[in-house]
C-alpha cells in the first residue's frame, strides 16, 4: 500500500513537473511569436524602403530613355508572376521583383545620341549598350549589403542565354542564375511587345512564338513553361 501511495505521489509530482514546462513552453512561444512579429514588420519596413529606391532608380532611367518608360516595371510584373508561379521562396521572389526594378540602372549613362538613335544601331554602339548590365552590376554592387550584392549579380546575368550566347559573360546552362532567367524571359517579352525608335511592337502571339521557339536553346525551359502557360492558360497580360 505505503508502495503505492509512493507512485502515485512520484506521478503527481511529474505531472507537476510537465505543467511547469508547457508553461515555460507557451511563455517562449509567446516571446518568440513577438519576436518574429517584430522581425516581420521590420522587414516589411526594409522591403517598403528598397521599392522607394528601385522606383526612383527607375524614374531616372525612364527620364534618360523615354522608350524604357514603364519597361522595368513590366518586366518585375511579368517575372514576380512567373516567380510565383514556380512556388519560390518568399526571399527569391523578393530579389527577383527588386531586381527587375533596378536591372537596368546601367543605361543611366548610355551617350544621347544613342538613347535617342531612331536607326539601327552601328556595332559600336551595340557594344555600348550590351555593356549596360555590367554597369548595373557595378552600381548596385557600391552599397556594402550582402541582399543588394546578390540582387547586383542577378542584373549583371539577366541578358546571359543558356547556351552561352549571351553576354556579357557568356554563361550557360546552370551557370547563370535562375532569377536572372525569369527575368531575362519576362525582360524579351516586355521588350518585344514596347515600341521602340527603331521599330513596332510585335503582337504577343509573335512574343511568345519567339521564346517558345527558343525553349533549351536561349531561355530556360522550365522558365518558358510557366511563362507560357500564364499567358496561354491563365489569363496573364502586360499593360
Known sequence: MKNTEKTKDQLVEELKVIRNNIAELEKVKAKNDKIEEKLSRNYK??????????LI?????????????????GVCKLATAIAQEMKLTRDKIESIRFAALVHDVGKINLPNEIVNNASKL?????????????????????????????????????????????????????????????????????????????RS?????????????????????????????LFREKGFKLE
Open 45 to 54: 519596413k526594409l522591403s517598403d524602403i528598397m521599392e522607394d529606391i528601385a
Open 57 to 73: 532608380i527607375t524614374k531616372v532611367v525612364e527620364m534618360r530613355d523615354p522608350y524604357l518608360k514603364g519597361h522595368q516595371q
Open 201 to 229: 511592337a510585335y503582337s504577343i502571339k509573335e512574343t511568345l512564338e519567339e521564346i517558345s521557339k527558343n525553349k533549351g536553346i536561349l531561355y530556360d525551359s522550365q522558365v518558358v513553361d510557366v511563362c507560357l502557360r
Open 122 to 198: 552601328g556595332e559600336e554602339e551595340y557594344d555600348l549598350i550590351k555593356n549596360h548590365s555590367k554597369r548595373s552590376y557595378y552600381i548596385l554592387k557600391t552599397v556594402d549589403f550582402p541582399w543588394l550584392m546578390a540582387i547586383a549579380e542577378i542584373a549583371y546575368q539577366h541578358h546571359e542565354r543558356v547556351d552561352g550566347s549571351g553576354y556579357p559573360r557568356a554563361l550557360k546552362g546552370d551557370e547563370i542564375l535562375l532569377e536572372a532567367k525569369i527575368i531575362g524571359v519576362a525582360d524579351v517579352i516586355e521588350a518585344m511587345r514596347s515600341h521602340r525608335s527603331y
